[in-house]
């Protein structure tokens, strides 16, 4: 029954498909991971994560776009430095090992001693 209808789309009302233009602002997801993983490396104090944050910054550096050098928030060298700080910060316990505190001396934040009785 449905074949005797008429079809009623009008070809005049026909739009042809045109793909969207690509949206500038879209993120660069490893120039994000360069900046991120080195706050990562120094709050956590992971060699590994300060490893993989300068191969990140080093990658996101050679590969940056004019277009990218243009509309940085920050050059991509910052990222670089920011890594190599995470390596200090990781590495730091080598060079300036931690002050280990004597035994029996305490932490230093017990209560005072009791006052003698007078």
Known sequence: MASNKKDMRRIDLIV????????????????TMATTLPMAAI??????IGWVAVVFAL???LA????????AATPAYFS???SFMSLLVGYM??????????VGTG???E????????
């Open 107 to 109: 932490s230093g934040t």
């Open 64 to 71: 940056e776009t004019a277009e990218q050098r243009r509309t």
């Open 43 to 48: 709050f956590t104090r992971n060699k590994m």
């Open 80 to 82: 670089v430095g920011m």
């Open 16 to 31: 042809p498909y045109a793909e969207p233009a690509k949206d500038k602002s879209d993120g660069d997801m490893a120039s």
């Open 93 to 102: 316990p080598l060079f300036l090992p931690p002050v280990t505190p004597r």
């Open 59 to 61: 990658q996101s550096w």
């Open 111 to 118: 209560a005072p001693p009791a006052a003698p009785p007078s």
